[in-house]
Nanobody
């Protein structure tokens, strides 16, 4: 079983940047397809980005294309989400999640393990 821990959240002004990190323990992150989801107050959990085990395939939600980049360093068992040109509507708790299948999915129900989340707040 893998445990996930997000870090790097915080408060940033609109137009600024943040990088979220997801660290794995218990099992190598390279064994999993990894994704970022987010959930704003009163809203459903939303897909943000995902990356295949090797990192050669990525997928971004339309709402973050051109602004967010997902990447991974399997040697360090880490996945990152670089967020640029942040907007107030990006404010949410961001979650790292993994699935064993080497197939990207934007469905949160298909991810078995989740971190506790990191708060990202973008002020206008």
């Amino acid at each position: 079983q893998v445990q996930l821990l997000e870090s790097g959240g915080g408060l940033v002004q609109a137009g600024g940047s943040l990088t979220l990190s997801c660290a794995a323990s218990g099992r190598a992150l390279s064994s999993y397809t990894t994704a970022w989801f987010r959930q704003a107050p009163g809203k459903e959990r939303e897909f943000v980005a995902a990356i295949s085990r090797s990192g050669n395939i990525t997928k971004n939600a339309d709402s973050v294309k051109g602004r967010f980049t997902i990447s991974r360093d399997n040697g360090k068992s880490m996945v990152y989400l670089q967020m640029n040109s942040l907007k107030p509507e990006d404010t949410a708790v961001y979650y790292c999640a993994v699935r064993s299948w080497n197939l990207i999915s934007d469905n949160p129900g298909e991810y078995a393990y989740w971190g506790q989340g990191a708060q990202v707040t973008v002020s206008s």
